[in-house]
Nanobody
Framework: QVHLVESGGGSVQAGGSLRLSCAAF????????MGWFRQAPGKEGEGVAT???????TYADSVTGRFTVSQDNAKNTLYLQMNSLKPEDTGMYYC?????????????????????WGRGTQVTVSS
């Protein structure tokens, strides 16, 4: 079991940057896979990025080259550095974790593929 708490969201203008954080606590074992997922009003949710225990990362095509996922195991924290933000990046960003042995790619990330979720942090990008 693990509890996830996101922070770092906010409102920025297009071209700006934000860094999201996800603090994980209450767990005995480190999750094998963690990721970021976003949901915009009226749109389907989208996997943004995943990072596996071996350090392998995957990204949605829409954020490749602009977003970077990383984790600090000593601090039990997952990060998402978001640069060159666009209005279409607006949405609620959720942190997710799973203890399974297979880490989904960002493209295959769905609500059902991860066992634990945070409550989200809102990102709003204005043009």
């Amino acid at each position: 079991q693990v509890h996830l708490v996101e922070s770092g969201g906010g409102s920025v203008q297009a071209g700006g940057s934000l860094r999201l954080s996800c603090a994980a606590f209450g767990h005995t074992y480190t999750p094998f896979c963690m990721g970021w997922f976003r949901q915009a009003p009226g749109k389907e949710g989208e996997g943004v990025a995943t990072i596996a225990g071996d350090g392998m990362t995957t990204y949605a095509d829409s954020v490749t080259g602009r977003f970077t996922v990383s984790q600090d195991n000593a601090k039990n924290t997952l990060y998402l550095q978001m640069n060159s933000l666009k209005p279409e990046d607006t949405g609620m960003y959720y942190c997710a974790a799973d203890f399974g042995h297979v880490c989904p790619t960002a493209a295959t990330m769905t609500w059902g593929r991860f066992g634990y979720w945070g409550r989200g942090t809102q990102v709003t990008v204005s043009s």
